[in-house]
């Protein structure tokens, strides 16, 4: 059988991990020009060189990149709102060799940073696109920096890091980085339209992505709202359409686990429509069931929420983490998040029901937790000005919890936590309040799975092992980069590093000849 036949084949499965799913032709309709049935090339309403869906971290990156390579460069967004997870993610990007490492005397690398990687990823990850996105992180740090970004003065410590090699924007927010991006991205001539819904490819009778179907003036909640329209890419078509957390019945043919019980962060358009089309020319779906939930998490809101911010910055680092019926930790605190999400659900009573953990640090741990008094204000964060008032407030036994934070702090002391093999280079002695505490429970938060790509950015095809012509994807919607656990601040390293790549690509690929209506 002839590669192009085989790509045809494979149009009519919809695969799920290995295991096909059977899915009805690609049939022409009155409104559809699906170049791989047609026998001419058909005609599109509008035509430019690089078509981006996405416009997150790795959409922005790559829809910039590419028009600085020269292409003429359309970003479509089904949402109302430019950004997607990305503006409110933290705004946390690991860099391997950042000139912050330097002036604080971390020593730092690309290997070690792989290595921490790998080990995270249980050794499942894409060691050849680990290198590339690890290698491209400094360089991009830079780049960013040059379009607007700005970090704040000092570099963090994330959990399953070995060493401290996180920056962060000074808005601890993604839209620190993705506000500068779009009006760079405006002000070279890329043309961004949002409540654009991506819905299908279109295909030359070589198998190449030509172009897309698109519902114009869509409103989300409304699936077949909009007009129809088919723009057409000369060069290519960059998937940057991210994960689907928010997709609950497809997560839970991932991970039945993953049910209604469980929030996301994730906004409302993170769903898998994109990633399934991709899936339907051939694309190879790899990692769908390894769903990252985040360990810094509370129950007491909803999504992303302020408690995020505040154990990221404060209580992991800098404080403790506790059961709350015995007073006492479980855990590591800067374990990786597969295995400190992994620890906190195991906090049940005999129902099964969740008995949700204690994270708390003092003034100091706090210091630099800019959601603290979010946090505080909406009931999520509480204030205690002694251990016992803090036990008291969350009922802990106190004489338990007094106990605790003394082997802690003799562990401070010495420099070895002896309970948990700790990473000690940020902990601080819990020796005075005020005390701030919140309850912990992880949420669907990262997609690991997602499309193969190679080192080009290209998507390969599940059957013959070959790039897809003209379809290249970038950031969350790939997989294989993260194995099974995602380590937290790179997923803005890869989604960035990834874009640019597929950016340059595909905005220097050979351009095809398309006609316009």
């Known amino acids: 059988m002839t590669d192009k036949a085989l790509l045809s084949k494979s149009r009519r499965n919809l695969l799920k991990g ?73 705004g946390a990007m690991a860099v391997a060799g950042s000139p912050l490492q330097k002036q604080a005397g971390i020593q730092d690398s690309v290997d070690v940073m792989v290595a921490d990687m790998l080990a995270a990823g249980r ?18 740090c830079d780049w960013l920096m040059a379009h607007g970004v700005q970090w704040k003065p000092f570099v963090q410590h994330f959990g399953g890091h070995s060493i401290q090699r996180v ?31 991506m819905e299908q490819f279109i295909v030359d009778d070589n198998g190449r992505v030509i172009g897309l179907q698109v519902r114009e003036n869509h409103f989300y909640k409304k699936p077949n ?26 997560r839970m043919m991932q991970m039945p686990e993953l049910n209604t019980d469980l929030d996301s962060t994730n906004h409302a358009g ?8 991709m899936m339907l020319i051939g694309a190879n779906p790899i990692h769908l069931d390894q ?16 408690a995020s911010q505040f154990n990221t910055i404060a209580t992991y680092p800098h404080g403790i983490v506790v059961d709350a019926r015995s007073g006492e930790r479980f855990f590591n605190e800067l374990a990786d998040r597969k295995a400190r999400a992994d620890a906190i659900m195991t906090r049940r009573d005999e129902q099964g029901r969740p008995v949700y953990p204690i994270g708390f640090t003092n003034a100091k741990g706090a210091a630099k937790a800019q959601t603290l008094e979010w946090g505080m204000k909406y009931n999520v964060i509480k204030k205690a000005d002694t251990l016992a008032e803090l036990a008291a407030i969350y009922g802990m036994p106190a004489d338990k919890l007094i106990a605790q934070v003394e082997r802690w702090n003799n562990a401070v002391t010495n420099k070895q936590d002896e309970e948990f093999g700790r990473p000690m280079q940020e902990a601080i002695l819990l020796d005075s309040g005020p005390w701030y505490g919140v309850r912990m429970w992880p949420k669907v938060h990262y997609c690991m799975g997602g499309v193969k790509v190679n080192t080009r950015s290209e998507v390969m095809h599940l059957v013959t092992n070959k790039a897809i012509a003209g379809l290249y994807a970038a950031g969350e919607v790939t997989g294989g980069v993260h194995g099974a656990s995602r380590l937290g601040a790179c997923a803005v390293a890869e989604g960035i590093v990834t874009g640019r790549n597929a950016g340059r690509i595909c905005g220097t690929a050979d351009a095809a000849a398309l006609k316009t209506a």
């Open 291 to 306: 769903i990252q939930l985040g360990p810094w998490a509370s129950p007491d809101e909803k999504g992303f929420g302020t």
């Open 270 to 277: 993170a769903t898998s429509e994109a990633l399934k089309q």
């Open 18 to 90: 290995g295991a096909a799913l059977a899915v009805t032709s690609l049939t022409l309709t009155s409104n559809s020009v699906l170049a791989s049935e047609s026998t001419q090339s058909p005609q599109f309403d509008e035509v430019v060189d690089v078509i981006v869906v996405g416009s997150g971290f790795a959409g922005m990156a790559a829809a910039l990149q590419a028009r600085e390579a020269g292409a003429s460069v359309m970003v479509i967004d089904k949402m109302p709102v430019f950004g997607g997870n990305s503006t409110i993610n933290g």
């Open 225 to 250: 709202s909009g007009l129809v329209k088919h723009l057409g890419a000369r060069k290519g078509v960059i998937m940057a359409s991210g994960g689907f957390s928010r997709d609950i019945e497809f």
């Open 167 to 197: 920056l962060q924007t000074k808005e601890s927010s993604g839209a620190g980085i993705i506000r500068p991006l779009i009006k760079a991205a405006r002000q070279n001539g890329v043309d961004m339209r949002n409540q654009v819904k």
């Open 123 to 140: 050794g499942m990850n894409d060691v050849e696109m680990l290198r590339l996105i690890c290698n491209g992180t400094s360089e991009s």
